[in-house]
């Protein structure tokens, strides 16, 4: 079947509560999915370069909140009735989240090579909408940190990319990142 062929409006969205019951039952058990926008998206396995820029990132960011906020490495994110992505790097508020993730972040970080698409479409959509206030995409195939600040609605009203030099995230101030110790 061609999704094109069916109206978006017969169309029905799966739930986030719908979902992470699934997620409890094991019906997606060996398969990496996320839910963006009602749908099940595959998420692209990762390479060698993607996994350690992860990594870089990993360290970096727990370096520059410790105590100060959480550090989520590919854990999801519950920022709406009908989406839970799982960003590659999350830096989320303080709190306890045994009983449900987060809802909100102070900056998301996609780290891309294939998923650039998705990242810069409806990722970006759905973190803006979420008022997530920075969203980062690593762009591996371009050797180059795409910045975006100041949600609007659904989408940044400050979006830089930067190629070489450094960035600092806007809650955390003293945390600047190379981007040469990326790439």
Same mark, same amino acid.
């Given at each position: 079947?061609? &999704?094109?062929? /069916?109206? &978006? ?10 979902? @992470? ?6 019906? %997606? ?18 390479? *060698? ?12 960011? %727990? ?18 009735? @009908?989406?839970? *992505?799982? *960003?590659?790097?999350? /830096? ?28 810069r479409g409806p990722k970006a959509r759905l973190y803006a909408s979420a008022g997530v206030p920075e969203y980062w995409i690593v762009d591996l195939v371009g050797k180059a940190l795409v910045v975006h600040r100041a949600p609007e609605g659904e989408s940044y009203a400050d979006a830089r990319t930067l190629a070489s030099g450094s960035v600092t995230p806007l809650a955390f101030p ?8 990326? %790439?």
């Open positions: 079947m061609d &999704p094109r062929e /069916i109206d &978006p409006e017969t169309l029905r969205p799966l739930r986030r509560d719908e979902y @992470e019951r699934l997620v409890r039952l094991g019906a %997606f058990e060996g398969e990496r999915v996320e839910l963006l926008e009602g749908a099940l998206v595959h998420m692209s396995p990762h390479g *060698p370069l993607h996994a350690d820029v992860v990594d870089r990132l990993g360290a970096w960011a %727990f370096r520059v909140v410790a105590g100060q906020a959480r550090v989520r490495v590919q854990s999801a994110l519950a920022l709406s009735v @009908e989406s839970v *992505p799982e *960003p590659d790097l999350a /830096i989320v508020p303080l709190g306890d989240y045994r009983a449900a993730h987060p809802s909100t972040a102070l900056l998301v970080v996609e780290v891309a090579d294939s998923s650039l698409r998705k990242d003293a945390g600047t990142l190379v981007l040469d110790d990326l %790439f």
